[in-house]
């Protein structure tokens, strides 16, 4: 690349240039147009070369829980660089070990391993691997309505379209889990749906048979499939069932924990206790590329003796070890999940359930600072809004300073955890704003 852009929004056009010449994007057409570009951030902010700012309400790819460039996490991540850059993952190191004790720190009672991964799909894999060695099967059940990671077993026991052409992986097996406004039981009550999609569940192990099930694989709040919170009493019965028919229980943390859902992990929030967590951004708010899994004791002693085929050569990096640490620590020193909780109790969740009168609201739903509103065409058959409509709000959006998480027909509402109170409501209030003009438009 060669700097010849002779002011901060040449920069930006130059900038957009480049990556079109060079770059090749995930998930995209690479045709499509790229016109944001991010050059510094702060907290709850990002800002371009040209000086625009931009109220993040993405947190990237909901990971940025502790907000960009938090100094505690930078001056760690510094230190530890000028320390030690790198080691082998056999090799012991004391920041490896100050990093596992901040996450199982968090962890459920009776877990007491940790396993660094690179990031969270290779942490689903390797739950994966765990639950079929110690289980003697093969089949993971996972939900129709989920994203796992794009690696081999992730991305096939993921259910939404990005599956599609990538299913290598064997074994597994696909069921729906509760979301009530699209229910698939003709369900009409929250208790209802559990306990139809509990009974779904169990057909489809029984069908498949108890004995070929290694594991069932979740996520505790679905996450880019739409923000969906599980129905009252499901999560416990997925937990019977699979104490019922000897199956390990695998709950995905990877976006929704460490203080996303406004608890250190989400699990907190539900009458659950999983075999294996996995986790990732939000441990680091994505500040150096790391996951991991959360190891329950008897799921950690089967490996004691018995070798666990499987590792990473940036297992445990001593820069991603260091970033955890450091984010751990100020979360809690800072009340940064209290902050999250407070914030979808108090205002994200009343700001955005004001917008249900515009026509294009389906459906709002959410917790701590993690929401999703639901647009749809028509509120009466619940058509999902068109790709026009999700443009217009988004360029709405960037028009007005927010950066939006749009999905589908969604809109994630999914600021830092550090967001402040004035942040939000201005956030929910440029929302309300798009929405309009997108109404009045149609």
């Known amino acids: 690349m060669t700097d010849t852009a002779s002011s901060p929004a040449d920069r930006d056009a130059q900038a957009v240039a480049d990556d079109r010449a060079t770059v090749f994007h995930s998930w995209s057409a690479q045709a499509a147009p790229r016109p944001f570009v991010v050059a510094g951030g702060q907290g709850s902010w990002l800002w371009n070369h040209a000086g625009q700012r931009y109220l993040d309400f993405s947190s990237q790819l909901v990971n940025t829980n502790i907000g960009h460039q938090h100094p505690v996490v930078v001056k760690a991540i510094a230190e530890q660089a000028a320390t030690l850059a790198t080691v082998a993952p056999a090799t012991v190191s004391t920041v490896r070990n100050a990093a596992a004790e901040a996450v199982l720190a968090r962890a459920p009672e009776g877990f007491t391993k940790v396993f660094f991964t690179n990031g969270g799909a290779d942490a689903v894999e390797n739950a994966i691997r765990m639950a079929r060695l110690t289980t003697g099967r093969e089949k993971v059940v996972s939900s129709y309505r989920s994203y796992h990671g794009n690696t081999g077993a992730a991305i096939t026991a993921t259910g939404d379209w990005r599956r599609n052409h990538n299913e290598y992986a064997r074994g597994h097996v696909h069921v729906f889990t509760p979301y009530l406004y699209r229910t698939e039981f003709w369900a009409t009550s929250p208790e209802q749906e559990t306990e139809r999609a509990l009974h779904h569940l169990e057909r489809v192990i029984q069908a498949e048979g108890p004995a070929s099930v290694a594991a069932i694989l979740l ?159 028509d509120a009466q058959t619940r058509q999902p809004a068109g790709p026009d409509v999700m443009g217009q709000v988004k360029a709405g959006c960037l028009a007005r300073g927010l950066l939006p998480l749009v999905v589908e027909n969604r809109i994630h509402v999914a600021p830092p955890c550090i967001v402040t109170d004035d942040e939000a409501r201005q956030g929910v209030q440029i929302l309300a704003e798009a929405l309009d003009a997108a109404a009045q438009a149609r």
């Open 219 to 377: 996520e505790t709040v679905g996450g880019s499939v739409g923000v969906l919170v599980p129905t009252p009493g499901y999560l416990a019965g997925v937990r019977q069932i699979a104490d019922r028919y000897g199956i390990v229980l695998i709950l995905d943390e990877v976006m929704v924990g460490f203080g996303r859902t406004g608890s250190w992990l989400a699990l907190d929030l539900y009458d659950v206790r999983p075999d294996l967590v996995t986790f990732a951004k939000g441990v680091n708010s994505g500040y150096v590329p790391v996951g991991g899994v959360m190891i329950s004791a008897p799921i950690a002693e089967a490996f004691d003796e018995r070798v666990f085929p499987g590792g990473l050569t940036y297992s445990g990096h001593p820069l991603a070890m260091a970033s955890i640490v450091a984010t751990c620590k100020a979360m809690a020193d800072e009340g940064i999940v209290d902050n999250a909780a407070r914030i979808g109790t108090d205002v994200l969740g009343p700001g955005l359930a004001g917008l249900a009168d515009n026509p294009l609201v389906g459906e709002v739903r959410g917790v701590g600072v993690f929401w999703a509103v639901e647009l749809v065409a």
